[in-house]
C-alpha cells in the first residue's frame, strides 16, 4: 500500500490550495479516507474524513473551509483548502485504515503566511 500526499506549499493567508492524495495497493473504492495535519510542537490531528460512499465529516476547526473529496476511478482524495489561515500551517497527510492498520502518506507542507 502506497500513499502519495502532494499540493502543499507557501501561500499568503485568504488563498487556497488543493492537495491531492494518490493510493496504489488497496481497493480504494471501498476504504475510508482521511486528511491529518501537524503543526510544529503539536500532535497530529483529523481534519477530514470520507467514507466510500462519499460522506464527509470535518474538524470544527475547519468546517466551511475545507472540503473533501474523492476520485475513485483515480484512485485519489482531494482536500481543497480555502480562505486560509497562518494556524493551518502544518503538515499534511493522508491515512486509510486497511487490513487492520494504519497507512500513512508522506506528508505535505502548507504554509500561510500573514
Known amino acids: 500500500v502506497q500513499l502519495q500526499a502532494s499540493g502543499g506549499g507557501l501561500v499568503q493567508a485568504g488563498g487556497s490550495l488543493r492537495l491531492s492524495c494518490a493510493a496504489s495497493?488497496?481497493?480504494?473504492?471501498?476504504?475510508?479516507v482521511r486528511w491529518y495535519r501537524q503543526a510544529p510542537g503539536n500532535e497530529r490531528e483529523l481534519v477530514a474524513s470520507i467514507s466510500s460512499s462519499g460522506n464527509t465529516d470535518y474538524a470544527d476547526s475547519v468546517k466551511g473551509r475545507f472540503t473533501m473529496s474523492r476520485d475513485n476511478a483515480r484512485r485519489r482524495a482531494y482536500l481543497q483548502i480555502d480562505s486560509l489561515k497562518p494556524e493551518d500551517t502544518a503538515v499534511y497527510y493522508c491515512?486509510?485504515?486497511?487490513?487492520?492498520?494504519?497507512?500513512w502518506g508522506q506528508g505535505t507542507q502548507v504554509t500561510v503566511s500573514s
Open positions: 491515512n486509510v485504515w486497511f487490513r487492520n492498520r494504519d497507512y
Open positions: 495497493g488497496i481497493n480504494f473504492s471501498i476504504n475510508t
